[in-house]
């Protein structure tokens, strides 16, 4: 942080529903994945555009816990382009200064794929620029029913009094524990729904929802979705002060 943006008011969390890519593809007609693998380029260019706009957290929907009802092939697809993803980009994002972290629930996901996130996890646990966070097997009720299992074990433990569960004390069973909340919430291809992202997280989160499919979503999108995010009026249901 500290950068000339973020003093002047742009978000510090952004959190992105990537969405678009089979339309994407389909328009050139195209396999689905052909489209996947055209994301995941964006990818790159959208991390890499966070440091020099003051984006300290970046939170991205890569797959829902809603995504396995797509056919087999998209979904073995998608599985081998994160494996390919996460083993390339690694090193990368080492020299990038990128902490890298994954949420969501594992046990669906292979031990291939699960080996990597955690190599990718350990690999950059020492970096201190940007903070991604990718969303795999993610969905906020699937988060909230697991966070509350943990906590009701806990208190079944004895090592939480029911009375002391509130809103401090619930998000630390998230799987976003260690992040902030985001301030920015952006969905690409023109669908105005949050599709159980984070819910709990961005209860005062600002919302942008644009046409662009996320395939041909640009740093210079990014950057303008920002800029005017700065001029937001933010009052966290308070009054202006
Ligand atoms: C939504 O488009 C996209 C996904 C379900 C997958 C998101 C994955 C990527 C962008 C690939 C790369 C990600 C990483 C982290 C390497 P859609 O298929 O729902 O598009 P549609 O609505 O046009 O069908």
Redesign the pocket.
Known sequence: MGSEFQETGGPRHVAII???????AQARNRP?LF??HA??RR?REIVEACPENGVKYLT?F??STE?WKRTQIEVAG?MS??RR?IFKEMQEFVRRNVRVRFIGDRVKLDQKLCSLMDEAEELTSHCTGTNLT?ALNYGSRDEVARATKRLARDVADGKLRPEDVNEETLPKYLDTRVLPDPDLVIRT?GEARISNFLLWQSAYAEYEFVET??PDFSAEEFHRLLVSFGSRDRRFGGIKA
């Open positions: 990537m969405d678009g890519n089979g339309r994407w689905r489209g996947h994301g995941a990818v991205i890569a797959f995504n998608l382009l994160f993803y990718v291809s499919l996320w």
